[in-house]
Each structure stands twice: as C-alpha cells, then as structure tokens.
C-alpha cells in the first residue's frame, strides 16, 4: 500500500481499500502524537490546518505529525498538503468514516487527534486535549457550545435542532455525558481506539465512536473549543446525514427499537384480549358501535412478540458486532431463551396450547358462548408459537456459529 507522502496525486494502491487491522498498518516507527485529516477537494484550507497543526506540535514540543488522507479530491488538495508537510494517504471508498478509518490505522502516534481541514477548528492550541489524555481520559470530545460558536460557523438547523437532538439520544441510550456529540474535533489515545472497533463509513462515525466507547466504559472528556466558519463548499447534507446518525443509533439500540415497543404493544394487546374474553358474547357497545376486541387484541399481542423476539435476536447479533455489550441482562436474556432445545419446547408448548383450544372449541356444543373471542385466542397461540419457532431458529443459528 502506497502511504509515502511522495506518492504522485491521483496514485491509488490496489489495495487501498481493502480491510486493514490498526497493527498492520501502523508503521514501526512510532511518534507522540498523529493529526489525522480527511479530504475531499479542500485545496483552499489544507495547507493553512497542516501548517498550523505542525506548528503546535513544534511549540508544544512533541514528536508528531500530521497525516492527510485524500478521499478522491480532484483539486489540488494533495499538492498543497505535501507541500505544506503532511503525510498523504489514500483511501477510496467514499465518506468522512472510511477517510478516518484509513488515516489512523495508518497513522503512527500514541495518541491521536482528528479533525477537518476546513479551517472550522483552530490547530494552533490542541494542548487541552493531550492534557486530558495525559489525566486519564481515553477519548477527549471538543465542545463547541461551551467553547463559542463564531458567527456564521453553524447553520441554525445544525446548531439548535440536529446537534442538541443527536447529543440528547446518544446521552438517553449510552447515558454518556457528551454535550456535542457531532464535534469532529477529538482526541483518542490508540489503545482505546483499537478497542471499539469502529465500522461505519459515512458522517455516523461520530456516533458510534460516544455510543461504543459508552458502552465499554471509557473515560469520555470534553474540552471547549472555539467553532470557525468554514473555508471553502460545505460537504455535510444535512438530512442525508442526520437521517445516517438516527439510523445508526436505533440500529444500535435494539432496546429502543424493539424491547419497548413490543412491551407496550404485547401488554396493550393482553388488555384488549381480557376485555373480548370477559364479555358474555365478546363484543363491547362503543357507542352506537359494538366493537369484537378480541381480533384487535390478537393482532397486538403477535405483533409485541414478534418485537420481543427480534429484540432477542438484534440483541444477539449486535453483541457479536461489538455494537452492545455482550455481558448485559438482555444478552443473557436473548442467548438463554434461544437455545435450540428451548425454542423447540415453547414451540411445542404454545402451539399445543393453541390447538389443543381449536380442539376443544370443536368438540363444544354449537351455542357455547363467546366461541368467537376462544377460537381467535387459540390461533393467536398458534401464530405465536410459530413466530417464536422462526425467530428462535435464527438466533439460535447466531449463537452457534458466532462471527470469526
């Protein structure tokens, strides 16, 4: 792979894309710090963030450097970071996550800092975030409220709606206390980002560094930073990239996504089937309307269940991806309920259920009361049963032949 800053512009490895580990792309040579930059067609603020990024590391007295990772700029974006002394890597495979990814594992330092070259973010004093570091913390996030948001940096969309709405979540789901979570100015020592993992490719890498690092109890600092505007064609889209980080986040929740839902749905549908069972013919007066809740229960209660059961296996697999911890209670949950002998026996206990009811409902006399309301019971035990026996199979599947 081709990561020498003499490499010609427009020069792409063959194996610039493919999956690398962090220890086969870091060099032997190590230094203190590595300034990590991706970019995009940023010829007009690269030199200007290289130059002031090697000037702190030369005031600070600190072995270092600043790496540029060229994520298929057709200006003059490498030229001038050459030029200006960074080290330019290259990585195909478009989006913000990728170009990180590619830069730190080529990168060489203990620790290192990220950020754009825009101009948005001030290299001149990165001193708070190395201090954090150097006092325990594993990842040190900028915050750009508290630091000052300089007039005309941030679109009023971004400051007042995106950012606090994407920082409320990550702190409700990872109870991480990040005040700017989309900051793009950080600070991470290696051996902590080796730990989490990280996999997206697009702008929610932001995300999943907090939600994973939460989750795995690291040290999450901040640090107030000061927010320029920028130099040079915003690439962020705002829906585009908002939508990728809720994806991500209720992806990565299955809790969220499924576990709640399918509680309230579940126990509003046993409410709704107590009342149809409760009633002599199974049919409420609503009005001048009679309502059979009977069939809205059972549609209710399979639906809450087949939540619950694919919160099971979201669950399960999230574990394995390293994206939930795997020592949790709904892990433990999930992985003892979907063994293989245990999904066979509540299939066979629900769908037993259900038809032995269908059998009893076919031997009762023709006028027993509330027939209706029985049978739709007994074929909302048999769709159960079947539910679980396919959602139960797959995660058993899961548990078996776990990832490599």
Same mark, same amino acid.
């Given at each position: ?54 000037g ?9 450097e ?27 495979r ?22 754009d ?35 005309g ?79 040079g ?7 585009r990239?908002?939508?990728?980080h ?13 576990? *709640?839902?399918?509680? =309230?749905?579940?126990?509003? &549908?046993?409410?709704v #089937?107590?009342?149809? %069972? @409760? /009633? ?12 059979r ?61 259900g ?10 006399e023709?006028?027993a ?7 739709? *019971?007994?074929q909302? =035990?048999?769709?159960?049963? &079947?539910?679980?026996? #396919?959602?139960?199979? %797959? @995660? /058993?599947v ?7």
């Amino acid at each position: 792979m081709t990561t020498l800053s003499d490499a010609p512009r427009g020069f792409r490895s063959p194996e610039s894309t493919a999956a690398r580990t962090p220890a086969a792309d870091q060099p032997v040579e190590q230094v203190e710090v590595s300034i990590v930059m991706p970019c995009l067609n940023e010829e007009e603020a690269v030199a200007l963030c290289v130059e002031k990024a090697k000037g702190w590391l030369g005031r600070a007295g600190l072995s270092g450097e600043v790496v540029v990772v060229d994520n298929g700029s057709e200006d003059a974006s490498v030229e001038r970071a050459l030029g200006a002394g960074a080290r330019v890597v290259y990585e195909d495979r478009r989006g913000y996550g990728s170009a990180l990814r590619r830069g730190i594992a080529s990168a060489r330092g203990r620790h290192i800092v990220m950020g754009d070259c825009d101009d948005t973010y001030d290299y001149r004093d990165l001193e708070p975030f190395i201090a954090a570091l150097k006092e325990g913390a594993d990842i040190v996030v900028g915050n750009r409220y508290a630091g000052g948001i300089m007039p005309g940096a941030m679109t009023w969309s971004h400051r007042y709606l995106g950012t606090p709405v994407l920082s409320f979540l990550i702190r409700l789901f990872s109870r991480a206390r990040v005040g700017d979570s989309q900051c793009g100015l950080r600070a991470f020592s290696r051996t902590a980002y080796d730990r989490l993992d990280l996999q997206s490719d697009g702008m929610e890498f932001a995300s999943e560094m907090i939600l994973k690092a939460a989750r795995l109890g690291l040290n999450i600092a901040e640090v107030p930073i000061q927010y320029f505007p920028r130099i040079g064609d915003a690439k962020l889209e705002t829906f585009r990239d908002g939508w990728r980080h809720l994806r991500f986040l209720l992806l990565a929740t299955p809790d969220t996504l499924y576990t *709640l839902p399918g509680m =309230l749905l579940g126990l509003a &549908g046993l409410a709704v #089937l107590a009342l149809g %069972l @409760g /009633s002599a013919d199974g049919s409420i007066d609503v009005g001048p309307v009679e309502w059979r809740p009977i069939f809205a229960g059972s549609m209710l209660v399979i639906l809450g269940l087949n939540a619950l059961f694919f919160a099971c296996v979201a669950h399960l697999y999230t574990a394995s991806a390293g994206i939930t911890p795997g020592g949790g209670l709904a892990y433990r949950l999930a992985k003892s309920l979907f063994r293989f002998e245990r999904v066979l026996l509540g299939t066979a206990v629900l769908l037993g259920l259900g038809l032995g009811l269908n059998l009893f409902l076919a031997l009762a006399e023709e006028g027993a009361s509330n027939r209706a309301s029985y049978a739709a *019971l007994a074929q909302t =035990l048999i769709l159960s049963g &079947g539910n679980f026996a #396919l959602s139960g199979f %797959l @995660g /058993s599947v899961m548990h078996n032949f776990k990832r490599a």
